[in-house]
């Protein structure tokens, strides 16, 4: 039976080719129902729930009930964890919760069901790119950030898939009105202290009126800043088999200001999972260039650590991991 998909969401249905079996990360929210639903109803007998309980709401029941009664409903097999998903001190309560999430996800999916499943899926769609991407502006994000959300990558043993990154958010929960399926509504959605939400609230309905196509121009923007974050990768990778990691001195004086600042940025996040702020990169550009003799002393704070001078290298280190294991 043809449902009442809108153009959006059936080509984007119709174009997500995974290898099967696919699971489904399902909050209860409108967004994972709707792909959940979509998906079930694409591969009938292949599709797999990952639930994941937060225990930070006290809503948090009420939601895996939902997903239990219409996983049952549907013959869907549904795996659930339970996360304690509270913050470090200095960690944003978002942050924590989604890194504890996509852990969660991944490990339901190796162990859940009797096969692993390498395949998942996330509901994020067109409005929340769009979201993403004003949160990276707002922050004066580089191309990395620009690029917001990627369709597609591979983390944790898993291949994780956005395939509703160009669907509208209002499309899927007409479409589960029009199908008559319920859904959860998360309360902290309403909350105006998250500036994603205000941004959904307050900005996007202005955004709709003065550039009615935004959420496809602000897409191709994504798409032109995923290009340039690839070459910048690239072109770090080559500089880096130059500079050696951790980076050469005398190398990195060979390369242009922006060169360096790239092939920092990459050693940084790549080797210690830090990234620094444009000062930081900054201040340390210009001790690269005065660092002309033996005595010169190079000390600065750089992410969540410092770098410093070790021999002919940089060296970087974090002060309280070097306290706790001496
Ligand atoms: N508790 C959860 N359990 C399983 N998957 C989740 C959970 N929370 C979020 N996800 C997945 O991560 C995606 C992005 O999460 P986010 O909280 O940004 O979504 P959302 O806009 O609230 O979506 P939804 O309406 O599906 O909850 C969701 O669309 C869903 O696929």
Redesign the pocket.
């Known amino acids: 039976m043809s449902t009442p998909m809108s153009p959006a969401f059936a080509q984007a249905i119709a174009a997500f080719a995974p290898p099967l079996p696919l699971a ?10 709707a ?1 959940l639903r979509a998906c079930a109803q694409r591969w009938p007998g292949q599709v797999v729930a ?5 225990g930070l709401q006290a809503a948090g029941d009420d ?1 895996l009930q939902h997903c239990q009664a219409v996983c049952q409903e549907l013959a869907i097999p549904l795996a659930v964890a339970q996360v304690d998903a509270r913050h470090r001190p200095g960690q944003s309560p978002e942050d924590a919760a989604r890194q504890h ?1 996509y852990a969660a ?1 991944a490990e339901l999916a190796r162990t859940g069901f009797a096969q692993p499943v390498r395949h998942i899926a ?3 769609h067109a409005d ?1 790119q769009v979201e993403t991407l004003l949160l990276a502006l707002s922050r004066g994000a580089g191309v990395a950030g620009l690029a917001a959300m990627s369709a597609h990558w591979q983390a944790a043993g898993i291949d994780w898939h956005r395939p509703l990154l160009a669907v509208p958010g209002q499309d899927l929960r007409y479409w589960l009105r029009s199908i008559g399926a319920a859904w959860v509504e ?1 309360p902290s ?1 309403a909350d105006l202290r998250f500036t994603r939400n205000r941004i959904r609230q307050q900005l996007l309905p202005v955004l709709e009126q003065v550039f009615p196509h935004f959420r496809h121009t602000f897409a191709r923007s994504c798409a032109h800043a995923a290009q340039a974050k690839n070459l910048l990768h690239a072109l770090a990778e080559q500089d880096a088999a130059i500079t050696g990691l951790p980076p050469a001195i005398a190398a990195l004086q060979a390369l242009s200001a922006e060169r360096q600042s790239n092939v920092l940025r990459h050693w940084l996040l790549h080797c210690h999972g830090t990234t620094p702020s444009t000062a930081q990169l900054q201040a340390l550009l210009v001790q690269i260039a005065a660092c002309r003799t033996r005595g010169h002393h190079i000390q600065i704070k750089m992410g969540s650590g410092f770098v410093c001078r070790k021999g002919a290298n940089l060296h970087w280190y974090n002060p309280q991991v070097l306290v706790q294991k001496p």
């Open positions: 489904v990360a399902y909050s209860g929210g409108a967004d994972s129902s792909l990952l639930h994941v309980h937060h939601f999430r996800l996330l509901a994020q929340d998360d959605n």
